[in-house]
């Protein structure tokens, strides 16, 4: 019989780092409340949480870095709003903070959860936020702390990079 891995968002004793873009913060911030509410629900111990502001979403990348540097974390929930303009400005800074916020994940592997929002109009974001559409920051919170539990339970990462993840 083969074997199934799942996680469990289960935070308690874990240390959570929520980067958050300043830019459209009237969308941020609503994110950022979901998240919170959603760690501490989830057993996140306040005094375990950070929240680190950068000025938009270009730049959230490079603050996760920063903190996947520090290894005090053991998971981290990226907040951003990306909202459509009449110029492609919003696919160049869209497509940056995906792909870096990929890239830093899977560098330092690092649980994150990916609550960038990439909408049409204003509209659409504010049905993200506690609409009809769900809440994407408190999704986004459940999922870095689902992969901080599976990676820990995969074990740490083999030597042989040809071979995957260790079993534990």
Do not use: C
Not at 8 to 27: S, T
């Amino acid at each position: 019989m083969s074997q199934s891995w799942e996680g469990r968002p289960d935070g308690r004793g874990l240390r959570v780092a929520v980067v958050v873009a300043r830019f459209n913060e009237g969308i941020t911030g609503r994110l950022l409340e979901g998240a919170l509410r959603a760690l501490r629900e989830h057993g996140v111990a306040e005094e375990h949480i950070e929240v680190v502001w950068v000025p938009g979403s270009f730049e959230l990348p490079l603050a996760l870095e920063g903190i996947a540097r520090t290894r005090r974390f053991g998971a981290a929930v990226v907040l951003g709003a990306v909202v459509r303009g009449e110029t492609p400005h919003f696919e160049y800074v869209a497509a940056a903070a995906a792909r870096g916020i990929s890239q830093v994940a899977l560098q330092h592997r690092l649980a994150t959860g990916f609550g960038v929002l990439t909408t049409g109009s204003w509209e659409q974001a504010e049905e993200r936020v506690g609409g009809r559409q769900g809440h994407k920051g408190e999704e986004a919170a459940l999922v870095a702390l689902e992969m901080s539990d599976l990676l820990r339970r995969l074990g740490p990462p083999s030597l042989d990079p040809d071979r995957g993840p260790s079993a534990p």
